[in-house]
């Protein structure tokens, strides 16, 4: 190479001096932010990656943006291939003076390892390019196949991530068995908990079957009737939207990680299913900005709302059941008629061997193992052994409307005692539980009132088309469908009511072959009309919409639901 041009050099080495400034505060801005700022080692990705073979790709534009590496001098510049040394000063400054003064710069010899490439020889070459603003270099390339492929978006990080998933893949060899099969994630160090779970699931089958099968057998086994069930039910219900920043893996190892704690935490075991509807409903359900949290934080609980009519449905729909409702949460006092309320649901439950989650909210931590708790946890699990019922219950403290809607996420489907119904009375609605309940919870919500006989037989549809009532209608019809019982729909005339809301119930059944209902038309009071209904019929079980208030008019002017759970005798399903 020529002497350079004096001022040329000078030049040159001043903007080396200025790209050292930058290359020193990209330094610092990493140690603060935690997040490094070296250029990844080729040695390291290839051995972390399984590199495989290598095939030779001749000459080539590359874009600069997409080296993210070098083989032998990583540690000489930064992610961005500003120079880190004084010392590189003369070199680097030779290089650019070379380019200004027109003589150019031959290709620089490069690996290509995925979408991104590492610098064999050329470093300098590919720093005076960035330094002036060049897209593209030219290079020799030499790909090297590995199992998992890079990007250039790749932070160190991601690599050890992807590093961690090619030994997953190389001692599972799931990318062959299932060549669909992505289960790349971000949670780096949990791999090994994947590996633990193909090697109890080997164990179990042999434990059941009495015979060994095959690492292979076990991976594609567990990849098929483990995991991918699971990922299915994420998808379903739409938690990939909800955390944009992890993979299904990710949340299938979160879900499964965590469903110790959390059962610990509740007192009841938990699926994986559940767990992913939970977690669902709760990110669904966050504040979202700074008006929703400040509106949190000054709406007082007992004027709270509740999820928006439907949710619980998208929900349920997307689960693996062959049931509508698998799991009661069963809020437990220890008077006579919550004994006597459990004497029906159990009668519910029979039927399709469903499960009881009972809950004993107490006031204090102390109560929580106090004699009482004890005793009410004693009796709530005979007396559903005694049924044949699958039941557990929790004790836990705290506020009792607040406990029952945080732990209603994990239940199909809430019931309460009816003890003390809502009152006509503004301030004395306030405080009720079970209006609360029912305002809040993001779950059905059946009601049995004290006394309460025959849980199931002859049911009575309130329907008035809105959205929490197409939420009964769909209950009812299933219900209908399951059941043999007798089913009447009721529609009451008003100002927000057309007669059409009763066309609309009808042509809704007769959708899904129900063609035996009979069918009310009346006119308001609403209330009165739909308990008058229910004598007629000899009902004994009523479905309906939730609220049609908001709480803050809910408040003042009542509903209703209020009067007919004041007033009604059997069993109330509420839906929302």
Not at 55 to 60: A, E, F, I, L, S
Not at 532 to 561: C, E, K, R, W, Y
Request: with cysteine.
């Amino acid at each position: 190479m020529p002497a350079p041009h004096p001022l040329v050099y000078n030049t040159a080495v001043a903007d080396f001096r200025r790209a050292r400034k930058k290359a020193a505060f990209q330094q610092v801005m990493a140690r603060l932010r935690g997040r490094p700022s070296d250029l990844l080692a080729y040695e390291d990705v290839c051995r972390h990656l399984k590199a495989d073979e290598a095939v030779r790709m001749g000459v080539q534009e590359i874009s600069l943006d997409a080296i993210v590496g070098s083989v032998g001098r990583y540690k000489d510049f930064t992610r961005d291939f500003l120079p880190k040394h004084d010392s590189d000063a003369e070199r680097w400054a030779r290089v650019k003076t070379a380019v200004m003064d027109m003589v150019g710069m031959p290709p620089i010899d490069v690996y290509k390892v995925g979408d991104v490439y590492f610098v064999i020889d050329g470093n300098h070459r590919v720093s005076v390019a960035r330094e002036l603003g060049g897209k593209t270099i030219s290079a020799r390339v030499t790909e090297v196949k590995t199992r998992v492929p890079l990007s250039p978006d790749d932070d160190p990080d991601e690599i050890i991530c992807k590093a961690r998933y090619a030994e997953f893949l190389e001692q599972t060899n799931l990318d062959v068995l299932r060549p669909e099969a992505d289960l790349y994630m971000t949670f780096c160090g949990h791999f090994r908990h994947l590996l633990a779970q193909i090697e109890a699931y080997k164990q179990q089958v042999a434990a059941e079957t009495d015979q060994e099968i095959t690492h292979e057998v076990a991976v594609v086994r567990w990849y098929d009737e483990v995991y991918t069930p699971v990922v299915e039910m994420i998808e379903a219900q739409g938690m990939m939207r909800q955390f944009p920043e992890r993979t299904a893996a990710d949340l299938y190892v979160l879900l499964s990680e965590r469903r110790e704690e959390i059962e610990r935490s509740l007192g009841w075991e938990v699926d994986l299913d559940e767990a992913a509807a939970a977690l669902a409903a709760t990110e669904a359900r966050r504040p979202r900005g700074l008006g929703g949290r400040l509106l949190q934080a000054i709406v007082p609980p007992e004027l709270a709302d509740g999820p928006e009519p439907g949710q619980w449905r998208k929900f349920q729909t997307g689960r693996n059941l062959d049931r509508l409702f698998a799991d009661y949460l069963v809020a437990m006092g220890n008077r006579k008629s919550d004994w006597q309320m459990l004497d029906q649901v159990i009668q519910l439950a029979t039927l399709d061997n469903d499960r009881l989650l009972g809950l004993h909210v107490v006031s204090s931590l102390e109560a929580v193992e106090g004699e009482m708790a004890q005793a009410v946890q004693v009796r709530f699990r005979q007396q559903c052994a005694a049924a044949g019922v699958a039941g557990e219950l929790a004790v836990e403290a705290g506020n009792v409307v607040e406990t029952i809607v945080k732990r209603s996420v994990w239940a199909d489907l809430v019931v309460l005692g009816l003890e003390h119904p809502p009152s006509g009375r503004p301030l004395r609605r306030l405080g009720n539980r079970t209006s609360q309940v029912i305002q809040r919870c993001p779950r059905p919500v059946l009601v049995i009132p004290a006394g309460a006989k025959r849980p199931l037989g002859r049911v009575l549809l309130a329907y008035d088309g809105s959205p929490k009532a197409d939420e009964a209608l769909f209950v009812a019809t299933y219900l209908r469908l399951r059941r043999p019982i007798s089913l009447t729909v009721v529609t009451v005339v008003t100002e927000h009511t057309p007669p059409e809301a009763l066309d609309k119930a009808r042509a809704y059944l007769a959708a899904y072959g129900v063609t035996d209902a009979a069918f009310v038309l009346r006119q308001k009071p609403i209330a009165a009309a739909v308990l008058d209904t229910a004598v007629t019929h000899d009902i004994n079980f009523l479905i309906m919409g939730g609220f049609g208030f908001q709480p803050m008019m809910h408040l003042m002017l009542g509903s209703t639901v209020d009067e007919i759970l004041r007033r009604f005798p059997h069993p109330i399903l509420i839906c929302r």
